[in-house]
């Protein structure tokens, strides 16, 4: 890349004060319009993490079904699941599908894990600060910017805004992201909403993107954003 495209690039991925604004004005709209719940409970950060590449490329049923069938088949101990034969953790969350390769990323996260902790946790993260926490997590083959974001959202209580589909698509349709996927889009969303009010940002963003700005037909005649989009269908 040229030096002028890499510097149209980067102007490109600046965030505005105007962006600032409108992302401000999203969320107090949307806060205003959802009664929104957000969980305050804390999760054990290992489970959020396996429950998370569970959910890969699968619906929430199936996920659960298959989370489900894993803690059974191993009485909840990710020790018995580190150590099991592939086959045995494959059969368990077959319902989930890709089978193979979930199990393959589960059990070297397990063993990376036991390496680190000498044992199968990842509690000690709840000391620690979340941007090492999101790095730590982040460097698992398998475990993107979203997964470890909702992992130390969850069983960490940290604020932060992970990046869903829900939450990708209706801020492409409010032009506050373009093409951005993956580790930009995180940075680029975590940057742009208040850093107090970023898990707040997320359900706010996942309701709106549920129920009115859905991947087809949006209802945009209820939307409490229809005066800030320009979206067409
Ligand atoms: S006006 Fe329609 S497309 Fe735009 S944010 Fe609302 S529901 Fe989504």
Redesign the pocket.
Known sequence: MSTRQTLKTQKKNLISQEDTDKALLILESLTSFYDLRLPDGVDDILSVLVRSILSQATSTKNRNQAFSNLLGTFNGDWNNVRLAEPIEVEKSIKVGGLAKQKTKRIQNILEDVFIEFGECSLEALKKKEDVENFDYLSSFSGVGPQSAALTIMLGAKADICPVNTDVL??LK??DLLANESGMRAHRRVNSMFPKTRLKETHYALIS??RT???SRT???A?????F??????
């Open positions: 698509r209706v349709r409010l709106h993107g009115h700005c859905v949006p209802k945009c209820d939307c409490p954003l229809r800030m989009c320009s979206f067409e269908i």
